[in-house]
């Protein structure tokens, strides 16, 4: 059993967090909490222990520092091959080595983040059939729609840029929203809301 929490903000949210399946707590916005019915809440926070069940938060922080450790040794391993390249006596060049290590790593960043996004999406779903499988496909809909509506009339301009460009909180599961806009998909931590009903009902 998580700690469970209600936390006073107006914008709809929800999310799951810590260490471990036996350290971890599962947060609602008053937000959340006022605007919808018992069964969508309940969705919602089913949806959050399927988080913790899967253990997807020890998971997505490994990933994370997995990718940064592959950034950080392929950039720099091909940066001292390219520096070191057509140099007589083997000596690097430190300037060549210190450019080209900066822009490998910017580069394989962003792919890393294409990967770790993908998982991101993938335990969104898997944390949608988990509440599915408590309360019900219909539920889960009833909540995703509702938090959908919430959010397009809470949300500013700004915000919902922000949130596509720079999203805050990889373990915030229902605020960031996700898109199904091309490259841009690529880099969305959740899946669009239409993309998880439909699978909600293929289920």
Do not use: C
């Amino acid at each position: 059993m998580p700690e469970v929490w209600v936390y006073w903000d107006d914008a709809p949210n929800a999310f799951a967090t810590g260490p471990t399946r036996n350290s971890a707590m599962v947060a609602v916005s008053s937000g959340l909490a006022m605007a919808m019915t018992e069964d969508e809440l309940k969705s919602v926070l089913a949806h959050e222990m399927g988080h913790v069940d899967n253990g997807d938060m020890v998971a997505t922080t490994l990933l994370q520092g997995l990718m940064n450790t592959f950034v950080y040794f392929l950039a720099g391993m091909i940066a001292r091959l390219i520096a070191s390249a057509g140099s007589r006596d083997g000596e690097m060049n430190i300037m060549l080595y210190f450019i080209v290590n900066m822009v490998l790593q910017i580069l394989f960043s962003i792919l890393a983040s294409v990967v770790v996004m993908w998982h991101s999406r993938h335990r969104e779903f898997k944390a949608d059939a988990y509440a599915a499988r408590a309360y019900g496909s219909e539920n889960m809909i009833r909540a995703l729609q509702r938090i959908e509506a919430l959010s397009q009339r809470t949300a500013s301009p700004d915000e919902e840029e922000s949130s596509i460009l720079a999203p805050k909180d990889a373990l915030a599961t229902m605020k960031i929203h996700g898109t199904s806009d091309g490259l841009m998909a690529l880099f969305a931590s959740h899946p669009s809301t239409e993309a998880r009903i439909q699978a909600l009902r293929n289920m």
